[in-house]
């Protein structure tokens, strides 16, 4: 009886789906029952023979390809059911502020936000300026754009709209959240990539927070400066093992980045998951036909250490 | 969950930025998620022009529907949901040709095999190796086809693309007791046909 059900569950169990409870009297059974350890043996090798199909990572032109093709359709395509909604199902919205306390609450919080932004506008005059006779006018270094230029029909008057900047300074600890938020804007949108690899480098230290491990994650596929993306690969080590979104970024990385460096460290982190199926796949394209002789020589070395399945 | 927590919150903004009409926020959605889309539609068809037109179709529908979109689920689980759907209708039309996988028929008429197109880039490739790799890869797709498409998404989102089961019950609007029941199944189906090979 106990062997039948080991026969029953050693799937789920060589695909790590087991509950930790069951997970431990399987193994406890495998470790006295010769047939059943005979089984998950020949399990794991049919698991091994599936995964000799590879699953075939889309090549970037087919991306950009099937990308441009959406965007033109998109371009000629209207979203539908928003306007359907509020028209026609406007208890359905009431209904769902009424059971959700939650969003009740971040309702009145951004309401109440506005209103503050919005007497502070009319009190300072907003972020656009406008320039009229007799005002001091601006430190060129504190605009940040002109939005208009216009003259009064028959007179001198001219009236140019623009856009001020001034520089701020926010101070906390990491674990504040402002702080947070203005670290994840400059990882990914800073022009200068020695703030990019300060902000990556600062929240390294926190990559398990779950928007930080995402801008890790985009800092490893987008950001143009391979030092940057080698701070992302430090912060997401740890996460390798447990985070198949992660080992997914690390893939496109060790096959797709341009630079050998952050190839050959992706190589050496993703060693301790060489198991996984995809992994498996990408060392084998590796080995066979890569331009980098090292990463070559290195994915052979790393699937000959691995146990023949045939 | 593979995946979906990570870019919930990311996703979040971006979701209701792309309610608001905002297509340049839809677009950063379809790039988080295209590769994995294209990947499990060229797995599932076999064809990377079927995978496109699958790819096309879920993003557009994605897109006239994303108002709707009511955050109970995570969009990453939405948008499985959608291209999955689109994948089972596209196996289940494959079932009922009853078309042999790998075979084709070109525009003369005649028949070849889809596999022989796939070039080989690799260089040096060893050709014995290819010939059994190849062999190996017709043998396992042919065994994959005789599930039944329920069986085959199961077995290809677990598998393939690593999800966990619970996700896979999600994604396929089912729970987890019976995604595991049809992963058991799928199995025990492909040991049968690739018994020899084990």
Known sequence: ??????????????????????????????????????????????????????????????????????????????????????????????????????????????????????????????????????????????????????????????????????????????????????????????????????????????????????????????????????????????????????????????????????????????????????????????AENDQNQYIKTQARTILAEMPEFD | MAGQSLGRIDDTLLVREAQRGNRAAFEELVRHYDQAVLRLAIHLTGSEHEAQDVYQEAFLKAYKSVATFRFECSFYTWIYRIVTNLCLDHLRKKQVRKEDAPVATDSTGEQYDVLEQVPDARAGANPERDLMRRELGTRISAALEKLTPRERMVFELKHYHGLKLRTVGEVLNTTEETAKNTLFRATQKLRGALADMR
């Open chain 1, 1 to 286: 009886m106990k062997c039948e059900w080991v026969k029953e569950n050693i799937t789920l169990y060589v695909y790590n789906e087991l509950a930790d409870d069951a997970r431990y009297e399987l193994e406890q059974h495998l470790a006295r029952c010769t047939d059943c350890t005979a089984e998950l043996k020949s399990t794991r090798k049919f698991h091994a023979v599936l995964s000799e199909l590879p699953v075939e990572e889309p090549s970037p032109n087919l991306v950009a390809a099937s990308r441009m093709r959406l965007q033109e359709v998109l371009e000629t395509t209207q979203q539908g059911g928003l306007w359907h909604r509020l028209v026609f199902d406007p208890a359905a919205w009431l209904r769902q502020v009424r059971f959700s306390p939650a969003l009740a609450a971040t309702l009145v919080i951004v309401g109440f936000a506005s209103g503050i932004g919005t007497a502070y506008k009319i009190l300072n005059g907003g972020g656009v300026g406008q320039l009229a006779m007799g005002t001091n006018p601006p430190l060129e270094s504190s605009i940040s754009g002109i939005r208009s230029v216009s003259q009064a029909p028959g007179s001198n008057q001219v009236t140019i709209k623009y856009d001020t900047v001034s520089t701020q300074e926010a101070q906390g600890t990491l674990n504040d959240q402002r702080i947070q938020q203005l670290l994840l804007f400059a990882a990914r949108d800073n022009y200068n990539s020695g703030v990019r690899m300060d902000s990556v480098d600062l929240l390294t230290q926190q990559p398990n927070a779950t928007p930080v491990r995402e801008a890790l994650i985009y800092a490893l596929r987008y950001d143009s400066n391979p030092g940057v993306r080698l701070k992302a690969l430090d912060g997401l080590a740890a996460y390798v093992k447990s985070d198949p979104r992660v080992r997914d970024a690390l893939l496109e990385a060790l096959m797709n980045d341009s630079n050998p460096g952050v190839r050959t460290e992706t190589l050496h982190l993703l060693e301790p998951v060489r198991a996984d199926s995809s992994v498996r796949a990408v060392l084998q394209r590796l």
